[in-house]
Every structure is written in structure tokens, then in C-alpha cells.
């Protein structure tokens, strides 16, 4: 039987997909340590206002409040024996939302980094990594999230351990990388990099591409270098909403709704399938991407590295990481949250 997201993406030539998890769950009170996963059990009405509010503003996917339920994660709170509980949960609260909207609506089951650093480097293994996606999987798949949705991946073996995981749970899934630093993930891979890398994997995502990172303009460039590899698997755009700034004791993003609009268009006629935002990204934001994506007809070609940073501001760095001046590797630090 053919999936739910792979039947949208026959009928349509773009979809959009949700914004901020943390960006709107810390509006609604989230403390900064505290695990947004307990909010599944805890605060099940906060969950479906989160995802109620993607679905009104007209996104067509939206990702489970799970970025964080591994074993691993859920550990720093105490809660590593409620991984299936809490991604069960997350779900059910979302085919709940999906299947009250009226319309098709695909429920994404988020998948985020285990937070630990993979061998040699650092002590996670490849079977425990695997072992952990794969019982957050199940509890995903139990709540009756229709695909999963790993993101903000910087180690290649780490996506693909999620890949196993996925095949051993029998789910499609999507997989997102973080291209946060001259064009490259946190361990080094380039967009040209993973753009291979799925086409290597036993069980390929229906759909692959970038989420958070620096900024729209950043992610666009990465999306620009997908294309460029010619690879006919749906691309995912899901840039953070304009860079962070702190403000009054809080982290706040510069990106405009009308920021927002354009970069949704621009990601669009970059090639991109899949369309949302990442950090930052409120309804408000969504509201205006659907409107643009609706209304603004499609380019006959594909945007300019000058066209995105006239409209969106300018790069993080002089390089993409690809190519002869793709400049040296960098430094690797620790993993962060998605917000």
C-alpha cells in the first residue's frame, strides 16, 4: 500500500511542512533543560495546539513532539525507560490533529540526533545507535505517525543507523542533515556528500535534504548543491527563520514573515520538494510561505547565488563546502537542540 507521503508528493509538485517545535513550545511556558517530551503526557492540549497550529496555517506535514525521545536523550531526565510511551504518545496526539483537519495531513514522526558522538571519535556504536531509533521508532509507528522524520544529523553513520532503524521497523522515513558551518555538517559531509550517501543506504528515504543550520540563505545554497548532483529524489527544505539574536533574555530570530515567503519560493524553485521552516518558525511564518507557494508562479530557472542573497541576506561563509575552494573542515563541537 503506497504511503501517505509519497501519495501527497504524486498529487502535488510541492508540500509544506511545519515550523518550530521549541520556538512555539517555549512560548508556551517550555523551560530550557526541561525534556518537551514529557509535554506529550503532561501537557497533551500544549501538543495539540502545537500541531494544530501547522495544520491551520497550512502545512501539509507536521513532525511529532519527539526530536529528543531516544534513550539516550531522555536519560539527562530521568525518563530513558519511557522512550515508547512518549513517542507513542507524541503520535497519537498527532494522527488525532491529522485525522480532525478535513483534508490529507502526514503526520511525521521527528527523529532527532542521540546526542552522543559515533566510534572512533566518540563511544556510541553503530548497533547502539540503531538499537535506540529503532525503539523510538516503534513507539512512533504504534501511535500511528505515517512516516518518520530523521533531522539535524551530522554523522553519516549515525544517518545511517536511523536508516536501519527505519527498515527494521518497516517505515518510510526522510532524513535531514544540518549544514551549519561553511556548507558542511558538524563532522564534515557536504550536500554533495549526502546526496550520494542515500542513494548507498539498503532502505533510501522517500525524501532527504536540510533543516536548521545558519540561515535561509545558507540552506538554499545547500539545496542549490543537492540539485546540482542531479539526484530525482525529492529534496527537503526546512530553514530556520532569519538568525538568532538575543533579546531581553531571549533567543529571538530576525526572520520576517515576508522573509519567509520569499525564501519558501526561492527554496521551491531551487528544487526542493518538501518546504518548511525550522528555528524561529511560527504560524505566522507558515501563513505567509503557503500563501506565496500558492500564489507566485514557479521560476523557469533555478535562482542565482546573487538572486537568494538580494532577497534573503547574505551567506555565513565565502563557501559551500563543495568544489576546489571549499576552504578547510571544521572544527567539530558539541550537538545542540533543535528550536
Known amino acids: 500500500m503506497t504511503d501517505a507521503l509519497t501519495q501527497l508528493m504524486t498529487e502535488r509538485d510541492w508540500l509544506m511542512a511545519d515550523g518550530a517545535t521549541g520556538t512555539t513550545l517555549f512560548n508556551m511556558g517550555l ?9 506529550n503526557v503532561d ?13 491551520d496555517a497550512g502545512s501539509d506535514i507536521f513532525l511529532t513532539n519527539s526530536f529528543g525521545g531516544n534513550a539516550s536523550r531522555l536519560k539527562l531526565h530521568g525518563a530513558q525507560n519511557r522512550v515508547r510511551e512518549l513517542n507513542r504518545a507524541a ?4 494522527r488525532e490533529v491529522a485525522d480532525a483537519s478535513g483534508r490529507k495531513v502526514v503526520v511525521a514522526g521527528s527523529v532527532g540526533p542521540t546526542g552522543d558522538i559515533m566510534e572512533p ?3 556510541l556504536t553503530f548497533d547502539s545507535a540503531v538499537e535506540m531509533f529503532h525503539e523510538q521508532a516503534e513507539g512512533l509507528k504504534e501511535g500511528g505517525a505515517d512516516v518518520l522524520w530523521v533531522e539535524t544529523i551530522s554523522a553519516p553513520e549515525e544517518y545511517k543507523a536511523a536508516a536501519r532503524a527505519a527498515e527494521l521497523a518497516d517505515m518510510p522515513w526522510c532524513g535531514t542533515m544540518s549544514f551549519d558551518t561553511a556548507g558542511r555538517t558538524m563532522m564534515g559531509l557536504t550536500s554533495a556528500d549526502l546526496a550520494k550517501l542515500v542513494e548507498t543506504l539498503v532502505k533510501p528515504p522517500l525524501a532527504f535534504g536540510a533543516n536548521c543550520g545558519v540561515g535561509a540563505s545558507d540552506l538554499l545554497r545547500t539545496v542549490l548543491g543537492f540539485a546540482a548532483q542531479g539526484s530525482e529524489r525529492p529534496v527537503i527544505a526546512k530553514g530556520n527563520a532569519g538568525i538568532p539574536k538575543y533579546v531581553d533574555g531571549h533567543i529571538h530570530y530576525d526572520g520576517t514573515p515576508e522573509l519567509m515567503a520569499d525564501y519558501a519560493v526561492l527554496a521551491r524553485d531551487c528544487g526542493a520538494t518538501i518546504i ?13 510561505m503557503r500563501e506565496a507557494l500558492e500564489t507566485r508562479p514557479r521560476s523557469d530557472t533555478r535562482p542565482t547565488l546573487d538572486q537568494i542573497t538580494t532577497a534573503l541576506g547574505g551567506f555565513s561563509s565565502a563557501y559551500d ?3 576546489d575552494d571549499a576552504g578547510p573542515k571544521p572544527e567539530r563541537r558539541s550537538r545542540r537542540r533543535r528550536s
Open 321 to 323: 563546502g563543495t568544489g
Open 31 to 39: 523551560t530550557s533543560g526541561d525534556a518537551p517530551e514529557l509535554w
Open 91 to 94: 503520535a497519537e496526539l498527532g
Open 121 to 123: 571519535m566518540g563511544t
Open 276 to 288: 518548511g521552516g525550522c528555528c524561529g518558525t511560527t504560524p505566522e511564518h507558515l501563513r505567509a
Open 43 to 55: 501537557k497533551p492540549d500544549n501538543i495539540r495546539a502545537l500541531y494544530k497550529g501547522a495544520v
